[in-house]
């Protein structure tokens, strides 16, 4: 466990510490915590309940001839396409994983470091986005670094840039087009035009992603009732900052009006996925994935709702997350596949 709490409390330090250096020192140090991450997830050995999936993925790789035949590989192309060059490479798995954590690891990286303490966002970000997430589950973890590429691509107003991120992160985890409708109902200037060009994109990528695993995806997950521990829990993460924004909607700052509703609709999406928990616990914990950017981004802003917080509230943010940490690694069903962690490097 030593480099898990090792992962959380380099960037902890630092959240407390970042007032005292200039911005020029903060950037370094988010590279350079980025960087230590990169190397213990991209060179993580057997950790993760799924480890044996991916290989069984990586060893397919040996019966493509050609490009066309991705399919033997994978249903998601964008991750056949990485086992495939890792493969031409001799990368192996390592390889597969160190390409995927770079991508999930950049897009952690753009959108922390857009938040009022980046490293505030990083420690967030550790006990489950990067420890279990980015470790455990490969295709999902680079959909979501994607994902936090396309909400920075947002902050900076650019709409067309935030759905072909979505766009390739379907490509690792199919599950991702569900977002793609998300900025055409935020959309403020030319509305209906957004709504009909990102509609239009929306079903054509429900047809080329998802429209022939439909049935199967809906009995597996429905149907069949699949549990998923601790799927609550998660949920009811994601919905303590969203119930934050909806109250102080107005004290957060924003850079433009587009992200602003698009953090409001995230919010809602966010409290909708309560009651649905308990109907589709696999299903809803696996869409709450996508939902977790909100903590980063409201609690890295609980300066902006009162002065009160100015003082505590990254005290209070690091301690309710170590304590995440702290019961995830000790008493968490599944904890046994990431403890204790592993390492290429080691072995």
Not at 22 to 35: E, P, Y
Not at 97 to 125: D, E, H, K, M, V
Not at 295 to 301: A, M, W, Y
Request: glycine share 6%; net charge positive; with cysteine.
């Amino acid at each position: 466990m030593l480099v898990y709490w090792l992962m959380f409390l380099l960037p902890a330090v630092a959240a407390l510490m970042m007032s005292k250096v200039d911005v020029g020192v903060q950037r370094l140090g988010l590279m350079f915590v980025c960087g230590a991450l990169f190397i213990v997830v991209g060179f993580r050995y057997q950790v993760g309940c799924d480890w044996g999936a991916y290989e069984h993925h990586y060893d397919a790789t040996g019966y493509v001839t050609s490009w066309v035949d991705w399919r033997l590989v994978s249903t998601d192309p964008g991750y056949a396409l990485v086992n495939i060059v890792s493969a031409a490479l001799g990368g192996g798995v390592v390889g597969v994983n160190l390409i995927c954590a770079l991508i999930s690891l950049s897009g952690l990286y753009a959108f922390s470091r857009r938040q009022p303490n980046p490293f505030l966002a990083i420690t967030i970000a550790i006990p489950y986005i990067v420890i279990v997430l980015f470790q455990g589950y490969t295709r999902q973890a680079v959909a979501f670094g994607l994902e936090l590429f396309a909400l920075s691509a947002i902050a900076d107003g650019k709409l067309r840039k935030y759905v072909v991120m979505i766009l390739l992160a379907a490509t690792f985890h199919k599950s991702a087009v569900v977002l793609l409708p998300l900025v055409a109902l935020a959309g403020t200037r030319n509305r209906w035009w957004s709504v009909l060009w990102v509609g239009s994109i929306s079903v054509l990528a429900y047809i080329t992603f998802l429209s022939e695993h439909q049935d199967r995806m809906w009995a597996a997950y429905v149907e069949e009732n699949m549990q998923s521990s601790g799927g609550e829990l998660r949920v009811i993460m994601n919905a303590l900052p969203a119930i934050l924004l909806l109250f102080f909607r107005k004290h957060f700052r924003y850079h433009n009006e587009l992200e602003k509703n698009v953090w409001f609709l995230l919010a809602v999406i966010s409290i909708v996925c309560i009651p649905l928990v308990s109907v589709a616990s696999t299903a809803t914990d696996r869409f709450a994935l996508y939902l977790m950017p909100l903590q980063l981004f409201v609690l890295c802003r609980l300066n902006d709702v009162a002065s009160f917080f100015k003082s505590v509230s990254s005290i209070a943010v690091i301690t309710l997350y170590f304590f995440v940490q702290f019961v995830w690694l000790n008493y968490s069903h599944h904890a046994f596949c990431w403890v204790p962690y592993k390492s290429w490097l080691f072995e």
